[in-house]
């Protein structure tokens, strides 16, 4: 079973950071381009940032315009886990994380979940941005 899971949300201060784990389960978790979508109260759900798979080519990353500067999405093989690095966090930022195995156009990334073989959205994790 195919499995990715999230952690490490968290109450943080205004210009505060945290780091969120997507923990890979079933499978490597550099063979899939994998994501980090967000979703606030009354709000649709919005990609954040993703990273390619492992190939031949320099990783491919891409991050919302929204968080440019601020988060950075990395990928340790060892511990099979894709972390999303967050920084100067703002209220805005308040949302619940989720992350995703993305389909890819050649070997960029793009924020559409790739479906089967993964199943639905996981339980996600809760950041909130707040003094």
């Known amino acids: 079973q195919l499995q990715l899971v999230e952690s490490g949300g968290g109450l943080v201060q205004p210009g505060g950071s945290l780091r969120l784990s997507c923990a890979a389960s079933g499978f490597t978790v550099d063979s899939y381009a994998i994501g980090w979508f967000r979703q606030a109260p009354g709000k649709e759900r919005e990609g954040v940032s993703c990273?390619?798979?492992?190939?031949?080519?320099?990783?491919?990353?891409d991050y919302n315009d929204s968080v440019k500067g601020r988060f950075t999405i990395s990928r340790d093989n060892a511990k099979n886990t894709v972390y999303l690095q967050m920084n100067s966090l703002k209220p805005e930022d308040t949302a619940v994380y989720y992350c995703a195995a993305l389909r890819t156009v050649h070997y960029m990334c793009i924020m559409v979940p790739l479906g089967p073989p993964f199943g639905s959205w996981g339980q996600g994790t809760q950041v909130t941005v707040s003094s």
């Open positions: 990273i390619s798979r492992s190939s031949g080519n320099p990783d491919y990353v």
